[in-house]
């Protein structure tokens, strides 16, 4: 988890797309520093090396920005400050540990890059006028993309560079064998475990080399405007010392389950943080060590990770034991009746006819509609999902809808009805423009929506196409990969599970369709008609209910009664820790 949020923040499309996207909000960052002396003033020096006061604002804000994205607004703005600040370290770390590691960036990839970003605008003097407006020059953007791509490179390469061995191989291989990998032989699953366990160990990797960057750094000729969010100790709790970083990482992500109450957050962070220090603690008491170089959420994984395997190690049972958890559990053994499938969905289009009766309907209604009925009129006859609660769209701005839309939204007089019938690519509208505010730029509307919906004739006029399909998956002419071509087949994919009752794995209940299935031969072609759509299928396979025998489930038994019973005991220490007095 760890590296995949790693890799995630440093790729280049987090960094430099949100700079474009985020403009407006966070512009007021870049303006306040744009004087030549800003671009000189110092923040801080790290192990050396200058940041200007304008990176420094620009890089936090877009940090900052990119975690509001997923939190929300409501944020404590010293919560993100720290954050992003020492987020900020963190990246200058990383790219001593690039040069450290010789990675390099060739002129042709940030071109690349560069070419990417300059095409997501219309024309010269709007990328011109973004680059701008955040402070940048060509040439400096051109170094932080470097940079970008840099950082990128060095998180891939500390992963590539950690090694598994066979032991590791082995090991969760026995652990998830009949739960991820369902009883697969290990040469199947083998590089899919190479690659989740050189993930493992790239993140361990990654966070012990920052820690001891971190441990190391020289921060000098720091601006006291900074001095705040310097990492530091929060608190201290049974000899474990919890830095302000970690605690307000802590908050951020605890503030969704106290509402925005900060204080709430605050006491339900350090309540989580002790209860792990404890069974750290715990872990120790069992003769777990962990390296207390990384941080405390990778220390008390690694505690559990290893306290997990030892209980397991510990768990004692005769043959009677296996036999009355088998019998307890008797359903997880059992094989299910269910069948597998090839389906496909051809999806109705409709016709220029259709769309005309659609445009026809929502023209007369326009007629018709009125400021006072247009909430009635709009839950009568709206086929968009705003229907029901007479089509308020709420207050949006621009680049929030579709442009034609927009385009009559906002050229629309408020408290009027938009003249004309809008057409987008989900239907006909007719838009009731409530508010308009010119300063915020921003609209508050309502619409009706009419969805052009295929005829009985239009669908009708399938039956040769689908006719024409069965014949030729039946003589083999065709596959269903093929079908994937077919410009009307939204759907083509082989399907494993499928139950008597009708429950189709990833596509939902379908009673109709499980029961064609069922009642067809293996290798059969049928199809049903659902709805507006066609459903074709060929049965492939169906396998019989059958009860488990105990001795060819051994082995799984075994593994699941270990498991359950090291649970049961990791749950105990787990209980132990939270009734312990402080």
């Known amino acids: 988890m760890a590296i995949r949020k790693f890799r995630k923040n440093m790729k280049p499309v987090i960094w430099v797309v949100t700079i474009f996207f985020l403009i407006s909000l966070i512009a007021g960052y870049a303006m306040s520093f744009r004087s030549s002396s800003a671009n000189t003033q110092l923040a801080f020096k790290l192990n050396g090396k200058k940041v200007t006061m304008v990176e420094a604002h620009r890089s936090m804000a877009i940090m900052s920005e990119n975690y509001k994205r997923y939190l ?34 060739s002129g042709s990839e940030v071109s690349a890059q560069m070419d990417q970003i300059k095409a997501a605008f219309p024309d010269k003097e709007q990328f011109k006028s973004a680059l701008l407006s955040q402070g940048y020059t060509t040439k400096t953007l051109e170094n932080e993309i470097r940079e970008n791509l840099i ?30 990998f369902q009883g697969k032989p290990l040469e199947e699953v083998k590089t899919q475990i190479e690659q989740a366990l050189k993930m493992q160990k790239g993140a361990e990797a990654y966070a012990k080399d920052m820690s001891e960057a971190r441990a190391k750094m020289k921060l000098e000729d720091l601006d006291k ?20 970083v970690e605690f307000d990482k ?94 496909a969905i051809l999806k109705v289009q409709p016709t220029e006819s259709d769309d005309q009766k659609a445009k026809e309907k929502a023209e007369d209604l326009l007629k018709k509609v009125n400021k006072d009925n247009f909430a009635e009129m709009a839950k009568n006859f709206s086929d968009g999902p705003s229907g029901p609660t007479g089509g308020a769209l709420g207050t949006f701005k621009k680049g929030d809808m579709v442009k034609p839309f927009e385009d009559a939204a906002f050229a629309g007089t408020p408290g009027e009805i938009y003249p004309e019938v809008v057409k987008t690519q989900f239907g006909y509208h007719i838009i009731f423009v409530q508010e308009k505010d010119d300063k915020a730029e921003t609209v508050t509307a309502s619409h009706i929506l009419i969805i052009p919906e295929p005829s009985e004739e239009t669908i009708n006029s399938k039956d040769a196409q689908i006719a024409q399909i069965v014949k030729d998956l039946t003589d083999k002419t065709i596959t ?19 139950t008597k009752e009708g429950y189709i794995p990833g596509l939902g209940y379908n009673e109709e369709l499980a029961k064609a299935i069922y009642d067809s031969k293996i290798g059969d072609v049928g199809f049903i008609k659902d709805q507006k759509d066609f459903i074709i299928y060929k049965k492939d396979s169906q396998t019989d209910e059958k009860k488990a025998d105990f001795q060819e489930f051994e082995n799984q038994v075994k593994t699941d009664y270990i498991n359950a019973k090291a649970q049961e005991a990791l749950k105990e220490i787990e209980l132990s820790t939270q009734n312990t007095e402080n």
């Open 250 to 343: 802590r908050v951020l992500n605890t503030l969704a389950m106290t509402k925005g109450d900060l204080e709430g957050a605050k006491e339900l962070a350090k309540s989580s943080i002790e209860s792990e220090i404890k069974l750290l603690k715990a872990s120790e008491a069992k003769g777990i060590k962990v390296d207390s170089v990384l941080p405390l959420d990778l220390q008390v994984a690694n505690a559990v990770k290893e306290l997990y395997s030892k209980l397991k190690s510990e768990v004692t049972y005769t043959q009677n034991d296996l036999k009355e958890f088998f019998e307890e559990n008797q359903l997880n053994y059992d094989t299910l009746e269910s069948a597998d499938a090839n389906i």
């Open 480 to 498: 269903f990969d093929d079908l994937k071509n077919d410009k009307d087949i939204v759907f083509s994919e082989k399907i494993d599970g499928i």
């Open 72 to 105: 929300g607004t409501n944020i404590d703005p010293e919560l993100m400050n720290t954050i992003a600040f020492n987020e900020l370290i963190n990246r200058n770390l990383l790219l001593e540990m690039a040069d450290k590691l010789k990675v390099k960036v």
């Open 151 to 180: 950082l990128q490179k060095t998180s891939e390469a500390i992963t590539q560079g950690v090694q598994v061995t066979p032991e590791e191989i082995d090991e969760y291989y026995a652990d998830y064998k009949y739960t991820m």
């Open 225 to 244: 405007n900074f001095d705040a969010y310097v990492e530091k100790e929060a608190f201290e709790f049974d000899g474990v010392k919890v830095s302000n």
